[in-house]
Nanobody, 124 residues
Framework: QVQLVESGGGLVQAGDSLRLSCTAS????????LGWFRQAPGKEREFVAT????????VYADSVKGRFTISKDNAKNTVYLQMNNLKREDTAVYYC?????????????????WGHGTQVTVSS
């Protein structure tokens, strides 16, 4: 069992930055991938980024590549999402999730554990 708690969301202006944190507890195995997803009102949950807990390899959605950076601190069991140059279309509830798959995936249904989410609102 894995528990995930997100923090760091808020209301910012376009062009600003935010850093989200996701702290995991429970049984964290090195083969896991931890991902960030987001869901805007009326839209499906979409992939943002994911990172290998063991090797640190990362994958990003095209919409955030070059603006967002996912990173981890194994000692703190925490994954971060640094979001720079935020745009209005980044407004959403952001969730972190863990997949037990050892193969990197962008598919939400393949992630086994989810946090409750943190709201990010970007105003123009």
């Amino acid at each position: 069992q894995v528990q995930l708690v997100e923090s760091g969301g808020g209301l910012v202006q376009a062009g600003d930055s935010l850093r989200l944190s996701c702290t995991a507890s429970g049984r964290i195995f090195s083969s896991y991938y931890l991902g960030w997803f987001r869901q805007a009102p009326g839209k499906e949950r979409e992939f943002v980024a994911t990172i290998s807990w063991n090797f640190g390899g990362t994958v990003y959605a095209d919409s955030v590549k070059g603006r967002f950076t996912i990173s981890k601190d194994n000692a703190k069991n925490t994954v971060y999402l640094q979001m720079n140059n935020l745009k209005r279309e980044d407004t959403a509830v952001y969730y972190c999730a863990v997949t037990l798959s050892e193969i990197v995936t962008r598919t939400p249904s393949l992630y086994n554990y989810w946090g409750h989410g943190t709201q990010v609102t970007v105003s123009s």
